[in-house]
Nanobody
Framework: QVQLVESGGTSVQPGGSLGLSCAAS????????MGWFRQAPGKEREFVAA????????SYADSVKGRFTISRDNSKNTMYLQMNSLKPEDTAIYYC????????????????WGRGTQVTVSS
């Protein structure tokens, strides 16, 4: 069974940049499609970005397209999310997830989840 651990969350000012990582263990990382989701206080968990097993296929939520970049390094069992031009509305707990459906935005299709890392965008 795959264990996922997110890191990199912190407080940042609007317009700033931040990089998140998701380290996987206990499974064959390259077998899993991966995604990032986020949940703000009082809101449902929402899709942010997803990446296919080989890292070639990606998809993004409209709200982050052009600002966020998802990537993965299968040799390091790690997925990344580079976030630029951050806005206060990006404030949320960010979760990484693993599943078997490439670039899916549906959280129900992901089988494995990390515990999340807090990102706060505020001046």
């Amino acid at each position: 069974q795959v264990q996922l651990v997110e890191s990199g969350g912190t407080s940042v000012q609007p317009g700033g940049s931040l990089g998140l990582s998701c380290a996987a263990s206990g499974g064959t990382f390259s077998s899993y499609a991966m995604g990032w989701f986020r949940q703000a206080p009082g809101k449902e968990r929402e899709f942010v970005a997803a990446i296919g097993r080989r890292g070639r296929a990606t998809s993004y939520a409209d709200s982050v397209k052009g600002r966020f970049t998802i990537s993965r390094d299968n040799s390091k069992n790690t997925m990344y999310l580079q976030m630029n031009s951050l806005k206060p509305e990006d404030t949320a707990i960010y979760y990484c997830a693993g599943g078997f459906y490439d670039t899916s935005s549906n959280p129900r299709l992901y089988d494995y989840w990390g515990r999340g890392t807090q990102v706060t965008v505020s001046s």
